[in-house]
């Protein structure tokens, strides 16, 4: 199995910043996708930013310019830097990877257990 932990998350006011970390452990064969996602109250769950294993990112629209992901390989974390942040990035905010646990085995997306980001105006 493959364990993703976040840490990072908080209150903090508009304008300022907080780094979301997520480091995948158990039985990991390799991690082609990292990614961060989010849901805010009554609202689906929905990608902020993603990075495949050749470090291409890709980004919301409403995260562009504020929010950048980087990924440690070695140490099979992702990081999203958070800056300027918004009342609306109010949500929790979920680690994904899609990983394999043996090189025989097929991709399988897991999920973290979320962390509360709280940005007040």
Do not use: H
Not at 103 to 119: I, K, L, N, P
């Amino acid at each position: 199995q493959v364990q993703l932990v976040e840490s990072g998350g908080g209150l903090v006011q508009a304008g300022g910043s907080l780094r979301l970390s997520c480091a995948a452990s158990g039985s990991i064969f390799s991690i082609n996708y990292m990614g961060w996602y989010r849901q805010a109250p009554g609202k689906q769950r929905e990608l902020v930013a993603g990075m495949a294993s050749d470090d291409s990112a890709s980004y919301a629209d409403s995260v562009k310019g504020r929010f950048t992901i980087s990924r440690d390989n070695s140490e099979n974390t992702v990081y999203l830097q958070m800056n300027s942040l918004e009342p609306e990035d109010t949500a929790v905010y979920y680690c994904n990877a899609q990983a394999l646990r043996t090189s025989y085995d097929y991709q399988q997306s897991y999920w973290g257990q979320g962390t509360q980001v709280t940005v007040s105006s």
